[in-house]
């Protein structure tokens, strides 16, 4: 990839930070709300990930998945996304986020928009994703929707 990236939005890139409503017990934050969402994008499975400190995940991108990321915490996360898509008019925009402990928040992230993560704190880190489309297909017999950039010349990331 020889393009340049340009810092911007990338259209249909989802971010809303999660509200904490805190009490003596803690704090509960809504992460899913089927009236707030598409139909497209609705969640077809979920999983949670630990990602240890330093450790990064990606870039990579989906042909056909959505992914419903929450960075939570207990860590923060440099996330960084890049728009593959040529027909989009963000075209090669380039966005970087911090996300996680100290701004709790839910990123969507459509087919064709690369991305990649890394724990920035010092402690590990849990990351939820509710993808709109089941790793591996029906009873994980299909094809996996995963392209991956890691080698990419000027998709080195975080």
Do not use: C
Request: proline share 6%; glycine share 10%.
């Amino acid at each position: 990839m020889n393009e340049t990236f340009k810092p911007g939005e990338i259209k249909g890139v989802i971010l809303k930070e999660i509200k904490q409503h805190q009490d003596d017990r803690g704090w509960l934050g809504e992460i899913f709300r089927k009236d707030e969402l598409s139909p497209e994008i609705f969640p077809e499975m979920a999983y949670v990930s630990l990602t240890k400190p330093g450790v990064k995940r990606g870039p990579h991108e989906h042909a056909l998945q959505t992914d419903y990321f929450a960075f939570l915490g207990p860590s923060n996360f440099l996330v960084e996304l890049w728009d593959n898509r040529k027909d989009s008019r963000t075209f090669l925009n380039k966005m970087v986020l911090d996300l996680g402990q100290d701004r709790p928040s839910i990123l969507v992230v459509p087919p064709g928009v690369v991305h990649a993560y890394r724990n920035t704190g010092g402690k590990d880190g849990l990351v939820f994703n509710a993808a709109n489309k089941l790793y591996g297909g029906w009873n994980k017999k299909g094809k996996v929707d995963e392209i991956r950039h890691e080698n990419d010349v000027n998709g080195v990331f975080i």
